[in-house]
């Protein structure tokens, strides 16, 4: 259990008067690594002890020296109330114990407290074959053990940081085992090339008479002003003192009073704990302790350290993702929607401009048929009245009489048929839906304003309804009725392009003995001049570059196959009003 | 003078100068007279009633449609039967020209022989019309040349009341009834009971059962 240093354990009796402990706990158990020889330790720790039987008189004082495993195997055990041990030692116990530093060892050989533990890698003075750490490759080195904090740990840390791996063939060791002294007689007898010991252990031993420091070179030396040892490492803070969790608070601070206090004119040999952080970072560089499971990998090392973060973030990422996907669903979802929409008027309006070609054509026709039925008509007659004529003569007086007679004939039918082409195509062309249904005149005008809203927007022109607050039903062919209205407004639309202001007005009203439902488109156009007001409803007629001249024509004929009556007046503020009388049944 | 008895005129109005030249050409060639109106304005200027005769028009024309021309002429209460034509004719045009009282309806171009048959009838209507009004007028020019008493006997006379009786209704002697009888019956230039009876008609002079009791 115990190990080795069960054998080793030594117990100070130390007991302050005759009377035996009538507490329930009169036993204070100090846990010490023991690192030197056991005499020497126990000597050092000698102001430690004083102190604590001072405060505790009634209390006996137990000390045990242990190794690093005899430390952490009497704390599972809880036979310990303190511990006092190296820094890395502490740190790698904090990871399973729970353990508070009380104090901080006040050696007044350093200046800085946090600059306290330190390690040295020395050589035979004589052997100059070894200059840098690199030097080292191949060697053999001395070492107490692999757990030792100022006797390996912190040489582990500078050959790292000089690219090079220690426990990989590097070098081949030999492991000693505590106490660290006897590592000096290896290198003495030339067992090994160099040896790694704790800094001012060479000192101390100096001091004691057992070695001479000048036998020694120092390689990868480094210094630090106000330390006084030899050093090869970068230092650490000093040995913390420990509280387990077993003693009380009252205890411990009684026992933390003791360590401060300063006795016969000597200083204290505690101050209060300093940081163990830079013991952290050590290991965490050089993954022991705490760190052992952080992977070597940086980059896996990163991800290991900031799982936490990188689990949120991932996690922020997915609602991230989820958030974008939802959003291109609603864009694509509404986006169809409208795309719907949009195909839907556009069948809409490709559906009414068929329809308006189909009664373009019609009224093409139309104006074709009273175009050309004149003339044919005009030949018809002639040929007639030349027939009637031919018939009054005499054959024997003029022989040719039957020929021409049969001629004009011809002339006639040819010319008749001429006239049925035209008007079977224009019958062909008017053929079509021309179902009435009974619709409210507040609806047509509105899907009126939805077929011109594009171009009323891009043209900044403002249509305004004016309509009582209720109108009779009117019965009309939807879709022509759309077209007179759309054509109307869009001559509206036309007349107004050179203005500003930019308003149409469409008035509805019932005409007196409701006979008629009346609309006034009103523009604020240019108004119409004589010639133009008089020949506007003609087929062909326009007063624009562009257009054919059928729309006033084709909207007048449509109005008049649902007995309805279309004209222009001019209007008395400028512009035109276009006026449809609606036919109202009663 | 009897208008009646005067030629036929066929008013011709169309937009199309070759048309009316054509409809000229060919009314010519069965003898009927024509006239070319100018304009939709002018119509109303002509001595329409004063002959036989008929209107023959466009109903597509700028400025005046036929139909509303068909209108106009039924308004001012002339008498003169129109036909109308149209390149392009459709039901409802050609119902609403007849609703208006056109006399017939014309798709041009049209069979000639079907186009004078129609145009004899109408100019033949309008010549019994002008007849009408004209006997009409002669009546009414007649019975106001008769005095206040001889109206009162013509009354009683169409009423069919012997003149025995209506010499007691009007408190006079039989014999007298009789010179007054003499005398409107010679203004009325009439030579039987029946005729002035017809005259009487004509004129819209009370006939009615129930009114004589009054009188009596």
Redesign the interface.
């Known amino acids: 259990m115990l190990g080795r240093s069960l054998g080793s354990l030594i117990c100070f009796y130390l007991l302050a008067s005759a009377s035996l402990p009538t507490f329930a706990n009169p036993v204070i158990t100090l846990g010490i690594l023991d690192w030197r020889d056991e005499a020497k330790a126990a000597s050092s720790w000698e102001p430690t002890l004083a102190a604590l039987k001072q405060q505790f008189p009634d209390k006996q004082i137990e000390l045990h020296q242990l190794s690093l495993e005899g430390i952490a195997d009497a704390l599972a055990e809880q036979k310990l109330d303190y511990v006092i041990t190296n820094p890395g030692h502490y740190v790698q116990l904090s990871q399973t114990f729970q353990l508070a530093p009380l104090a901080t060892l006040n050696n007044p050989f350093f200046e800085l407290a946090q600059q306290a533990v330190g390690s040295v890698l020395l050589v035979p003075v004589e052997n100059q074959t070894i200059q840098t750490w690199q030097d080292l490759r191949g060697l053999k080195l001395g070492a107490v053990t692999f757990d030792a904090f100022g006797g390996f740990q912190l040489i582990w840390d500078e050959l790292a940081q000089e690219g090079l791996d220690p426990k990989k063939d590097f070098v081949k060791w030999q492991l000693t085992g505590f106490p660290m002294e006897q590592l000096f007689d290896q290198l003495a007898s030339g067992k090994v090339d160099a040896i790694i010991v704790r800094s001012c252990l060479a000192e101390v031993l100096a001091v004691e008479g057992r070695i001479n420091l000048a036998d020694y070179r120092v390689i990868g030396e480094r210094q630090h002003s106000g330390y006084p040892c030899l050093t090869s490492s970068q230092l650490y803070p000093d040995w913390p003192f420990l509280s387990t969790g077993k003693p009380t608070a009252a205890e411990a601070s009684k026992v933390l009073q003791a360590l401060l206090k300063s006795r016969e004119d000597q200083p204290a040999q505690w101050a209060a704990p300093l940081s163990y952080q830079p013991v952290y970072n050590l290991f965490e560089r050089l993954r022991l302790g705490p760190f052992e499971a952080f992977p070597h990998n940086p980059l896996l090392n990163v991800i290991y350290r900031y799982r936490y973060l990188l689990m949120l973030g991932s996690g922020l990422l997915i609602l991230l993702f989820a958030h974008h996907i939802r959003v291109g669903y609603l864009v694509r979802k509404r986006s169809q929607a409208l795309e719907t929409a949009m195909q839907t008027t556009q069948e809409k309006q490709q559906e009414l401009a068929h329809l308006s070609r189909f009664a373009v054509m019609g009224e093409l026709a139309?104006g074709l048929?009273?175009e050309?039925?004149?003339?044919?008509?005009?030949?018809?007659?002639?040929a007639?009245?030349s027939?009637?004529?031919l018939q009054t003569l005499n054959t024997q007086t003029f022989p040719q009489q039957e020929s021409l007679l049969a001629v004009t004939q011809k002339i006639t039918i040819q010319?008749?048929r001429a006239?049925d082409i035209i008007?079977n195509l224009?019958a062909f062309l008017r053929k079509g839906d021309r179902g009435l249904e009974q619709l409210e005149p507040q609806e047509l005008l509105q899907e009126v304003r939805l077929f011109m809203e594009a171009r009323l927007k891009q043209e900044e022109v403002e249509l305004r309804l004016h309509l009582p607050e209720k109108t009779p039903l009117i019965s009309v062919n939807r879709v022509e009725f759309l077209q007179i209205f759309i054509n109307l407004i869009s001559n509206a639309l036309d007349a107004m392009q050179a203005n500003s202001g930019k308003k149409i007005d469409v008035y509805v009203s019932e005409s007196p003995a409701s006979k008629y439902l009346v609309f006034n488109v009103i523009d604020q156009g240019e108004g119409l001049s004589l010639e133009a007001s008089?020949?506007i409803f003609?087929p062909f007629f326009t007063t624009r570059k562009q257009g054919m001249g059928l729309g006033l024509s084709l909207s007048r004929s449509l109005a008049?196959?649902q007995?309805a009556k279309l004209e222009l007046l001019p209007h008395s503020a400028g512009g035109v009003c276009a006026r449809l009388e609606w036919p109202l049944v009663s | 003078m009897n208008k009646a008895k005067l030629p036929a005129v066929v008013w011709l109005l169309d937009d199309e100068a070759q048309v009316v030249e054509s409809l000229q050409w060919l009314l010519q060639t069965v003898g009927l007279e024509t006239r070319v109106v100018a304009s939709g304005q002018d119509l109303f200027n002509l001595p329409l009633d004063q002959q036989p005769g008929c209107l023959l028009m466009d109903v597509r024309m700028p400025l005046t449609s036929g139909l509303d021309l068909l209108e106009a002429l039924k308004q001012q209460q002339l008498l003169i039967p129109s036909i109308l034509m149209s390149g392009h004719a459709d039901v409802t045009m050609a119902v609403r020209a007849m609703k208006l009282g056109a006399a017939d309806f014309f798709e041009k171009p049209f069979n000639d022989q079907q186009l004078l048959d129609s145009l004899q009838a109408a100019i033949e209507v309008h010549r019994q019309a002008i007849e009408k009004q004209q006997l009409l007028e002669s009546f009414k020019q007649r019975l106001s040349e008769l005095t206040e008493r001889e109206k009162q006997v013509m009354l009683q006379l169409i009423r069919g009341k012997q003149a025995k009786k209506i010499a007691d209704n009007l408190n006079i002697s039989p014999k007298t009834v009789d010179v007054h009888r003499y005398n409107l019956m010679q203004k009325m230039q009439v030579e039987s009971l029946a005729e002035l009876v017809h005259a009487a008609l004509l004129l819209g002079l009370p006939l009615a059962f129930e009114s004589t009791k009054e009188n009596l």
Do not use: C
Request: proline share 3%; charged share 20%.
């Open positions: 139309a048929a009273h050309l039925n004149q003339p044919l008509t005009a030949i018809v007659n002639y007639q009245g027939q009637r004529l010319g008749k006239a008007r224009r008089q020949r003609e008049a196959a007995g």
